[in-house]
């Protein structure tokens, strides 16, 4: 039986996203602050629609016939399993494109530094590939370390991004003379200090 992310899947999702905006605005957070996490929550919803499902579980009179079956890549840049050139390279980009957004938009959730960029991108991706691993079941997902380092590259090309932007936009608003306000200078506040 397979579990697709469905409505159920969705609610859970929304709903906890709510109780941790509700968390975050008790904690004196900005509405621009939570105009961002929720952005950034939706993205994340989004990833995990992408990453954990479809989930395969089998019928309860089958559990026996189901076993732990894992198809694991440790090897880097081997992509032997993938015979048609065109669908290997739509997944090398994918995987990129995938975590750009986290690249790009953590800063405005977080408070991090430029090297907290040298281990969270690797921690994004082996998290993205760990959580595949527990629901691996039935040969749906794999545990592939190039999916890590593709994802991987994509948060620091997000980063990179964001690092281009935050320029162009204190560069801009210097040079105009720009007193940003409201959600504009939280974006300031952010990009200062990046």
Request: proline fraction near 4%.
């Amino acid at each position: 039986m397979l579990y697709n992310f469905d409505q159920a899947a969705l609610f859970v999702c929304l709903t906890t996203l709510a109780m941790l905006l509700i968390i975050l605005r008790f904690q004196k957070r900005s509405f621009s602050s939570l105009l961002f996490c929720l952005i950034f929550g939706i993205y994340m919803i989004g990833v995990v629609s992408v990453v954990i499902f479809p989930i395969a579980m089998p019928d309860p009179g089958a559990l026996e016939q189901w076993g732990f079956r894992p198809s694991i890549n440790l090897i880097p840049f081997n992509f032997g399993n993938c015979f048609m050139y065109d669908i290997c390279v739509e997944q090398i980009i994918q995987n990129i494109i995938l975590t750009m957004p986290f690249g790009f938009g953590v800063s405005f959730i977080a408070r991090l530094r430029a090297r907290d960029f040298v281990w969270l991108p690797l921690a994004v991706g082996l998290g993205f590939e760990l959580s595949q691993f527990m629901v691996s079941r039935g040969g749906f997902h794999a545990l592939d370390i190039n999916d890590v380092l593709l994802n991987a590259a994509g948060v620091w090309l997000g980063y990179a991004c964001f690092r281009a932007f935050a320029w162009l936009y204190l560069t801009v608003t210097r040079r105009l003379g720009v007193k940003p306000w409201g959600v504009f200078a939280y974006i300031q506040d952010v990009v200062s200090q990046a």
